[in-house]
């Protein structure tokens, strides 16, 4: 026998027999007779999507004496040692199955149904809701009890991600991401068997519950393999279900969705603490923890990484936008776009003329912010690669990180004159066109640049490269990145 809060499962022979308790818990009531059966009944309609032949139906027992048959739902059951929470834990190679779990999910993800009130729950508003209602619990939780540290930094790191972010969640919805999923996968309840998984016990309790974004349905899974100290599974489900349900999620949204579901399991930890279950309270501080770093990582980000032609400012941002899994816009490639001729074609002219001249300049950069606005509201992380000479374009970046919720970091590349002249000098002809003329003439032009922080580049790449990720990703390494590709080991 296996006991939850609301339910008595009974494992005879192959067969496994679940009772609803007649209980009203405020969220679920099964007090009455007639709401245990709907909720049998419905219990096994929706777990068929994910384990048809788990599901055997309904069935009764009765005692002696006319009472009222007691419905309780009949299982097939499962084995023990196939459970994939167990598989993880005893360190066996999972991969194949958490590609089976991911294509499964993903094509029941494509035939669920798709409703006005299944789309109202993937919005911004209605994410940022449950989010809320999670931190006034734990509040509640906080005066009778010792909660974990941090929460004010997960509130504020919510908050503001979803304030810039609601084009974001209005194109998941367009794109009918919103799904009616599991909504409660857990790797105890997943059984990777040799003719394919079956996924038990989804959420049947609340629909709302159930509605949801697609990722976030993956991410509980994603998240759960990381509390079992694998989160190079974790990242291996989440990039396998991204191939198979053709989701091109930004990375925070991945990081957001498994942060959040951190948070949910951490409030369920707390109040299993307060009812004296042991290891509770080290569960609530790991999770909430695991929140902070998947939140941190999930902060978009625009920064600039400016200097004079040969301080190899395009390089290093190059190299941080590949690091950091961020969209590189360089003003370079830009100009000539809007152009309209091909980025390697020469416009080269004297400085201030031309391609060059002030009004070319400033519609490329007005063009410039205007891309990575757009961008930052989908929830990508941008680097911007230019000069950033003047000061009132910096100011203008600043409004945009400032509108966009954005974390904004400035990086100023230098190097001695005589480096840049001999990098110049040596200089294919390429997306930049300037020359030796014109990174002086810019020299003795050059606004002060306070704010940003100076980066020796006249040395290894990286070097400065580890430079600007202190600067970067100030709380040092960040959780295993959930974005494709994610390359399999050998």
């Not at 998984?197 to 709302?208: G, S, T």
Request: glycine share 6%; proline share 5%.
């Amino acid at each position: 026998m296996r006991e939850t809060h609301t339910a008595v499962v009974l494992f005879v022979g192959d067969r496994a027999y679940k009772l609803k308790k007649p209980v009203d818990l405020g969220f679920l009531d099964y007090s009455s007779l007639e709401a245990r059966w709907a909720a049998c009944e419905k219990e096994v309609a929706l777990n068929r999507r994910f384990a048809p032949d788990a599901y055997l139906g309904v069935g009764t027992f009765q005692a002696p004496g006319g009472e009222e048959a007691e419905p309780l739902v009949v299982m097939r059951r499962m084995p023990a040692d196939r459970r994939l929470s167990r598989l993880v834990r005893e360190g066996e190679d999972v991969r194949d199955d958490l590609r089976s779990i991911a294509r499964l999910l993903a094509t029941r993800h494509a035939e669920a149904r798709r409703t006005p009130q299944v789309d109202a729950e993937g919005t911004r508003d209605a994410l940022a809701s449950r989010w809320e209602a999670s931190f006034a619990q734990v509040r509640a939780l906080a005066e009778e009890m010792p909660v974990p540290d941090g929460l004010e930094e997960v509130e504020e790191r919510v908050r503001r991600y979803l304030a810039g972010r609601d084009p974001l969640f209005v194109a998941r919805v367009e794109q009918q991401r919103i799904v009616d999923g599991h909504g409660d996968l857990l790797a105890e309840d997943v059984f990777c068997l040799d003719d394919g998984p079956r996924i038990l016990d989804c959420l049947e309790f609340d629909d709302r519950l159930r509605y949801v974004d697609g990722l976030d349905d993956a991410a509980f899974l994603a998240m759960d393999l990381e509390a079992l100290d694998a989160p190079e599974s974790a990242a291996f489900f989440l990039a396998r279900y991204g191939e198979f349900s053709g989701d091109p999620a930004p990375v925070s949204l991945r990081h957001h969705y498994v942060a959040y579901r951190a948070f949910v399991r951490a409030k369920v930890s707390l109040i299993q603490a307060r009812q004296g279950a042991p290891g509770a309270e080290v569960a609530a501080r790991r999770l909430t923890s695991m929140t902070r770093r998947h939140l941190r990582t999930s902060a978009v980000g625009l920064t600039l990484v400016g200097g004079l032609p040969g301080s190899g400012k395009s390089t290093l941002a190059g190299a941080l936008a590949d690091r950091l899994g961020m969209t590189l816009l360089s003003s370079d490639r830009l100009r000539k776009e809007l152009a309209d001729i091909p980025a390697e074609q020469s416009a080269a002219a004297p400085f201030g003329e031309g391609l060059y001249s002030p009004a070319w300049t400033a519609k490329t950069y007005a063009a410039l912010l205007e891309r990575a606005a757009a961008l930052l509201s989908r929830g990508e992380s941008v680097v911007l690669d230019a000069t950033w000479s003047d000061a009132e374009q910096r100011e203008a970046a600043r409004r945009v990180a400032e509108r966009g919720s954005a974390d904004l970091v400035e990086l100023h590349c230098q190097v001695p004159e005589a480096v840049t002249r001999a990098r110049l000098a040596g200089r294919d002809a390429g997306v930049s066109d300037a020359d030796l003329g014109v990174a002086l003439a810019m020299a003795e032009r050059e606004a002060v640049w306070a704010e940003a922080l100076p980066v020796d580049t006249d040395g290894p790449l990286e070097r400065a490269v580890t430079v600007a990720l202190a600067a970067m990703r100030p709380h040092g390494a960040d959780p295993l990145l959930f974005r494709p590709p994610y390359m399999e080991p050998d």
